[in-house]
């Protein structure tokens, strides 16, 4: 049974720090990985989503990074601002469908 | 292009009720999957529709069934409500069989009391 973790469960930086958020897998044999924000009371925003084949993917201060052999992922923050404050989740799609097995988030707080 | 839509926004019922949650997907996207979120268990996984067919399901009870019609719309159905049933419950839209980008939409909060 696929198992997902993320790495702080909550994490407070100064505006304009770049930083890091991390995802570990216990079953490499993913078929994709998506990272998502969600804000209170909110659903998922996609931000990124890395096929098994791929080692990359960036969008604009975004980058996340796949090593399925390590069953990790990070999710890169560059310039972080207070808009960026929220929850981060990463999920795992499998070989079965579109199900996916989510982290269980890491709270962002950007401080101006 | 619409986003997924769910409706309604709010819910609140009674212990023993039975709900119903609606979700059209984008435009052209034929899979549709269910979400369960609350503080203790995070986010998990419900069931999955493509084609008007389940393909998966995840470990929950009998209570929680749903299904999907030709226009590729979903409903989810939860009967003899339990104050646990308590959450947001989110829909994800997907292109088409596997592998491809979750869309999600805002979600039903259910508050069951």
């Known amino acids: 049974k696929q198992e997902v973790t993320q790495i702080p469960a909550a994490l407070s930086v100064p505006e304009g720090e770049n930083l890091v958020l991390n995802c570990s897998f216990t079953?490499?044999?993913?078929?994709?990985l998506q990272w998502f924000r969600q804000d209170p009371g909110k659903g998922l925003t996609s931000l990124l989503l890395i096929q098994s084949s791929q080692r990359e993917q960036t969008s604009g201060r975004l980058n996340a990074s796949l090593d399925k052999s390590s069953g990790r992922s990070t999710l890169y923050i560059a310039a972080s601002q207070p808009g960026d404050s929220a929850t981060y989740l990463c999920?795992?799609?499998?070989?079965?469908?579109?199900?996916?097995?989510f982290g269980g988030g890491t709270r962002l707080m950007v401080k101006p | 292009k619409a986003g997924v839509t769910q409706t309604p926004r709010y819910l609140i019922k009674t212990r023993g009720q039975q709900v119903t949650l609606s979700c059209s997907p984008i435009?052209?996207?034929?899979?549709v999957s269910w979400y369960q979120q609350t503080p203790g268990q995070g986010l998990q996984f419900l069931f999955e529709?493509?084609?008007?067919?389940?393909?998966n399901k995840g470990n929950f009870p009998g209570r929680f069934s749903g299904r999907q019609f030709s226009n590729s719309r979903s409903e989810m159905n939860v009967s003899t409500l339990e104050l646990g049933d308590s959450a947001l419950y989110l829909c994800a839209s997907s292109l088409d069989a596997g592998g491809t980008e979750a869309f999600f939409g805002q979600g039903t909060r259910l508050t069951v009391v």
């Open positions: 999920a795992v799609g499998g070989n079965a469908g579109n199900m996916l097995t």
């Open positions: 529709y493509f084609s008007e067919t389940q393909r």
């Open positions: 435009s052209g996207h034929r899979s």
């Open positions: 079953d490499s044999a993913i078929y994709n």
